[in-house]
């Protein structure tokens, strides 16, 4: 487990691109997320957003953001040739939840709220069928992993100076 602060201007960002995100899925009528039910909705593309900061500030590369109108990409970052899905919860009891399963991808939990994260771990995409299940919860069906099935993303760096370079 690795516990991420992001700073004030981290944190500025992050509220800039997820405020951003939500004006353009409103924009272009994408509806089908869990925006819908809380009552500031652009809160989670917010957090969100500082999620995936976290995982970035942690493993030492950028975001994949691109917060145009257009298809929504399928991954959040691309780290030594991998691509990760970045996937947060505020709850520090929360489990993986994937609506959309790629099994090419590398899926990361992550826990908290600004500007205090919590990477909890990671799982392969073509791993999740076997340490998660399907579920239908109350607004969508979807895969969940259970976070302790998860492995730690640290095991996941490859050297040392990747080791040193994240928050600990």
């Given at each position: 487990?690795e516990?991420?602060?992001l700073?004030?201007?981290?944190?500025?960002?992050?509220?800039?691109?997820?405020?951003l995100r939500w004006?353009?899925?409103?924009?272009?009528?994408?509806?089908e997320?869990?925006?819908?039910?809380?009552?500031?909705?652009?809160?989670n593309d917010?957090e969100?957003?500082?999620?995936?900061?976290a995982?970035?500030k942690?493993?030492?590369?950028?975001?994949?953001?691109?917060?145009?109108p257009?298809?929504?990409?399928?991954f959040d970052?691309?780290?030594?040739?991998q691509?990760?899905?970045?996937?947060?919860?505020?709850?520090?009891?929360g489990?993986?939840l994937?609506?959309?399963?790629e099994?090419?991808l590398?899926?990361?939990?992550?826990?908290?709220?600004?500007?205090?994260?919590?990477?909890?771990?990671?799982i392969?995409g073509?791993?999740v069928?076997?340490?998660?299940?399907?579920?239908?919860l109350?607004?969508?069906a979807c895969?969940?992993?259970?976070?302790?099935?998860?492995?730690?993303?640290r095991?996941?760096r490859?050297?040392?100076y990747?080791?040193?370079?994240?928050?600990?």
């Open positions: 487990m516990i991420v602060t700073s004030p201007p981290e944190c500025q960002i992050a509220s800039y691109i997820g405020r004006e353009i899925s409103l924009a272009y009528d994408r509806r997320t869990k925006r819908n039910f809380t009552s500031d909705g652009f809160r917010i969100a957003v500082g999620a995936e900061m995982v970035a942690c493993l030492n590369v950028y975001p994949e953001w691109s917060p145009t257009g298809e929504v990409p399928r970052l691309a780290w030594n040739g691509k990760l899905d970045v996937k947060s919860t505020q709850r520090p009891d489990n993986l994937i609506p959309y399963l099994e090419y590398l899926y990361v939990l992550v826990c908290g709220q600004m500007p205090k994260y919590c990477i909890l771990g990671k392969k073509s791993e069928p076997v340490a998660g299940h399907w579920v239908t109350k607004h969508t895969w969940l992993v259970p976070a302790d099935r998860l492995e730690p993303l095991q996941y490859r050297s040392q990747e080791a040193r370079s994240c928050c600990h």
